[in-house]
């Protein structure tokens, strides 16, 4: 009882942290996903609704994105809504470092997951191998829906190739 109690409370601070868009829980954590993909323009152009799109699914609730600074974008799980809701593995954010010809998006892993875990373990010792396959199951399926939307945003944050320039022959300069 008193590891779900604290799984609850767990739970609390941590929805409190995201909606308030607190800078140190949506920086700091274990990444579960980093994908690192060519953007040399700033992260100041970018665009909440075209990051939004890219990452919309047909019933699962949208991402909702706050810039924390010129370099720094945090996101996370709307929390409501759609037709189908799944429980978030990860909050994320974007980084750019100034003079790296790259953004990397992070994908951090809930302090539920990590607490609800270790009460999972103590909770049921031994037991624990019973109940792992479809524990183990579940957070694949979660994780790569997740990845899947982290992957999309991606490739909408990722610069266009620049293919280098075709002459045209000109008329009148045959051999």
Do not use: C
Not at 1 to 24: H, Q, S
Not at 60 to 89: C, M, N, Q, S, W
Not at 116 to 139: C, Q, W
Not at 144 to 161: S, T, Y
Request: hydrophobic share 55%; proline share 6%.
């Amino acid at each position: 009882m008193i590891a779900l109690i604290v799984v609850g409370v767990v739970i609390v601070i941590e929805v409190i942290l995201a909606t308030t868009w607190n800078r140190f829980y949506f920086t700091v954590g274990v990444p579960l996903f980093v994908l690192r993909v060519q953007r040399l323009a700033t992260l100041e152009s970018v665009s909440f609704d075209d990051l939004q799109k890219s990452t919309a699914t047909a019933a699962g609730t949208p991402l909702v994105f706050r810039r924390l600074d010129p370099e720094l974008i945090a996101f996370r799980e709307k929390g409501l809504g759609g037709i189908f809701h799944y429980t978030p593995l990860m909050r994320g954010v974007v980084r750019r470092t100034p003079g790296e010809p790259y953004v990397a998006i992070v994908g951090l892993v809930n302090w539920f997951v990590v607490v609800g875990t270790i009460a999972l373990v103590v909770t049921l010792r031994r037991n624990i191998v019973d109940v792992l396959p479809m524990y183990l199951l579940a957070f694949a399926v979660l994780y790569l829906i997740q990845a899947v939307r982290f992957a999309r945003m991606a490739k909408a944050l990722r610069e266009p190739a620049i293919e280098p320039a075709v002459l045209a022959p000109s008329g009148g300069d045959q051999a």
